[in-house]
Structures are given as C-alpha cells and as structure tokens.
C-alpha cells in the first residue's frame, strides 16, 4: 500500500512563505514525476508545480519566480517552497506522484494541506 504524507501548510500573511513537504511511502519500486496541485474552494483542481525524477521542472505561469519545487530521490520527498505569498494562492494543496508499485505505473494522491494566505 503506498501513502503520501503532506505537511507544512497554515495561515501566513500576504508576502509571506511556507514549506509543503510530502513523503511517499509503501511498496514504491520507482517514481516518476512528483507535483503539487491545488484547488481553491469552487474552482477546478490545477497543476502548480511538477519535477521530474531527472530534475526538470514545470511551473504554472501564476506562481513562476515565487515557488520552487524540489525533490529527494533517495527520500522519495517532494518539497515546494512558497514566496511571496498572495491571498489567491489560497487552496487546499495536493501532493501528487506517479509511481511503480506492484509491477504498475499509477497516480496517487495526498489527504491535501490548507495554505491560507490572508492578514
């Protein structure tokens, strides 16, 4: 059984930061990509940041320059440090990874962590 574990999110005020960690743990032969996603209330659920397992990165346009995702391979850990924070980053934040486990490639999902961001 595979689990993502999220942590770090709460309340900060506008232009401040937060660390999202999130842990995969189970029966994990090998990870793909590694993101976070996040949904604020009445909106669709939308991609914020994915690594790769190489390294290479993809941010959506509203958060480049203020959030960095990171990764440990060896931990199998996905970090995304977030800047400058605005009250529209304001969601419930996934951690997302697709990975092998019991001889299939799948999506998994985390519980979500609150990010508001408001004075």
């Known amino acids: 059984q595979v689990q993502l574990a999220e942590s770090g999110g709460g309340l900060v005020q506008p232009g401040g930061s937060l660390r999202l960690s999130c842990a995969a743990s189970g029966s994990i032969f090998s990870i793909g990509t590694m993101g976070w996603y996040r949904q604020a209330p009445g909106k669709q659920r939308e991609l914020v940041a994915a690594?790769?397992?190489?390294?290479?990165?993809n941010y959506a346009g509203s958060v480049k320059g203020r959030f960095t995702i990171s990764r440990d391979n060896a931990k199998n850990t996905v970090n995304l440090q977030m800047n400058s924070l605005k009250p529209e980053d304001t969601a419930d934040y996934y951690c997302n990874a697709f990975l092998e486990t019991a001889g299939s490639w799948r999506n998994y999902w985390g519980q979500g962590t609150q990010v508001t961001v408001s004075s």
């Open positions: 690594i790769t397992s190489g390294g290479t990165t």
